[in-house]
T-cell receptor, first 112, second 117 residues
């Protein structure tokens, strides 16, 4: 599995857009990029997944450049409830037998 | 709603006793489930892969005789922490994957906070 690098922590004020970038220089051709969110004392929750270009859902957007060596999770107009740890994972999305390997994640703190 | 359910969410036990944690896939069958452990302010660490009908596969450094895993059905995996000690206090999380190919998605249980006193 490709190794990922993310900022350890980020702070933001409510209502701002937050962009968290993840580096994955060794991403393989069949690897997908997936982001998870984890609140304290809860299991991780799927946010978004993409392979290339841009993916958007009701929660976030994921921007992936052409070389796919990095990706950026964009959270529009964050609120206090978005305070959590965000994990970027890279791996093949075609097998239920392969575990997800978590990096250190980015601890986002949203301030009123 | 939750598609992977974990029970109990919180347990306190005395040193030397054993604790069983259940992980259920609610609306799909999972031949494989995964168990993670998470210490405060740290990331999830994979402990073992639970395989229905066969032995679990443990990550390096995880004692298989201490962390017993049973995957007796396609919707239930259990993790038993045997002879628990205070250093086993942690947040235990299970996961299971639903779907195949590009529609594969991993779901996580709510986690179990184990405190050994």
């Amino acid at each position: 599995l490709a190794k990922t690098t993310q900022p350890i922590s980020m702070d933001s004020y409510e209502g701002q857009e937050v962009n968290i970038t993840c580096s994955h220089n060794n991403i393989a051709t069949n690897d997908y990029i997936t982001w998870y969110q984890q609140f304290p004392s809860q299991g991780p929750r799927f946010i978004i997944q993409g392979y290339k270009t841009k993916v958007t859902n009701e929660v976030a957007s994921l921007f992936i450049p052409a070389d796919r060596k990095s990706s950026t999770l964009s959270l529009p107009r964050v609120s206090l409830s978005d305070t959590a740890v965000y994990y970027c994972l890279v791996g093949a999305s075609n097998s239920g037998n392969t575990p997800l390997v978590f990096g250190k994640g980015t601890r986002l703190s949203v301030i009123a | 709603g939750a598609v992977v359910s974990q029970h109990p969410s919180r347990v306190i036990c005395k040193s030397g006793t054993s604790v069983k944690i259940e992980c259920r896939s609610l609306d799909f069958q999972a031949t494989t489930m995964f168990w993670y452990r998470q210490f405060p302010k740290q990331s999830l660490m994979l402990m073992a892969t639970s395989n229905e009908g066969s032995k679990a596969t443990y990550e390096q450094g995880v004692e298989k005789d201490k962390f017993l895993i049973n995957h007796a059905s396609l919707t239930l995996s259990t993790l038993t922490v045997t002879s628990a000690h205070p250093e086993d206090s942690s947040f235990y999380i299970c996961s299971a994957t639903r779907g195949t190919g590009r529609d594969t998605e991993a779901f996580f249980g709510q986690g179990t906070r184990l405190t050994v006193v």
